[in-house]
């Protein structure tokens, strides 16, 4: 099977170019600490990485937000991270901290690309139990990591602020990078080839720490690796759908969308919507861009922000879906009324 079955998949028809009303929707991080059925699956699994390595388990847990919320897709259950920890890095995650890595020394480049497949075969049987198990509506979205975006988190360690570590390495031991990026894009396009094979309907690379980069970083660490991912994918799964979110990016998105080829293409809450209606989608289509914090709050500024995003986005191809991922704090009240919200928005 490859990407290109399209079915009655209201957010694939949006991929290949239609614009539907209204727009599918889907919410980044759907499955995760804000659903109570989530964090019982992950009790059971013990580590947050056990639960990735789970196909029953991650399965589950990427139904759930679909069974009470019904979005219009799901997203495979796992983390960017896995990729790095399948290269052989050591991986783990701290309880209410986040991910630790221990950080690479790149003149001793240590990693191993033919381990990687055999080692996310377990993500890669996710991917086909849960095809199996959604309706023929939902569309399934598979996912990596961008390098720039993982390399962050490989050289420092765990998160940081400012992604200080690695935007020094990248000024420091430019050839250091360059072999790194050399070895993510190829472990991507391995990756997200076998999650299209399994039944992935289309795949997106998140680039959360984008926006940190200078122009000519973001032009060599964003805007090119990304570009050889998608092209490489598209080799050996003709007509693969991809979706880019390079978090940040700002008025760089018409370059990274025109360069790289994606079908659609995440924006973040704090981008200009005139901006993004005007220089961004008629280039391709757009997904987002509601700040996660209205989750949390909800109330008319929530009904408000739906609003203009439907406004301001609607007349072209929209997938609507938060800026960035819903955070532990954000109230499944609230997003039921998000996608009620949306799913009742008067016809244009
Ligand atoms: O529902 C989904 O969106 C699918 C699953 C998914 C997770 N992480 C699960 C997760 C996806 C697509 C990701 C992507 C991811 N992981 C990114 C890119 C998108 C983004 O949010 O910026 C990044 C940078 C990571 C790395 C990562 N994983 C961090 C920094 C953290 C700690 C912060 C946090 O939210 O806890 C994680 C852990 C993580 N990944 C959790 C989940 C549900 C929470 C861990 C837990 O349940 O204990």
Redesign the pocket.
Known sequence: MNGKTTGNRRLLRVLDGERLWPPPVWM??????YLPE?RAT?AKAGS?LD?CYAPKLATEV?LQ?IRRFGFDAA???????VLPHALGQKVW?V?GE??RLEPVDLSRLVLEPDRLLPRLEPVIETVSRIRAELSEETALLG?C?APW?LIT?MIAGR?TPDQMPARRAVLADPAGIDRLVDILVGASIDYLTAQLRAGADAV?I?D?WAGALDDTGFRRLVIEPTKRIVAGVRERVPGARMIG?P?GAGGHLPAYVRETGVDAVGIDWQASLDFVRDAVQPLTAVQGNLDPLHLVVGGEALDASVDKILDRLGDGRLIFNLG??I??DGSIDNVSRMVARVRTAGRR
């Open positions: 980044m991080r759907q499955a995760g600490r989530y992950r947050f639960l990427t937000p997203i495979l259950f796992s983390d960017i991270l995650f309880e986040g991910p996912f990591g975006t988190y998160g997106q998140f959360t979110f978090k960035h991922g955070t532990p």
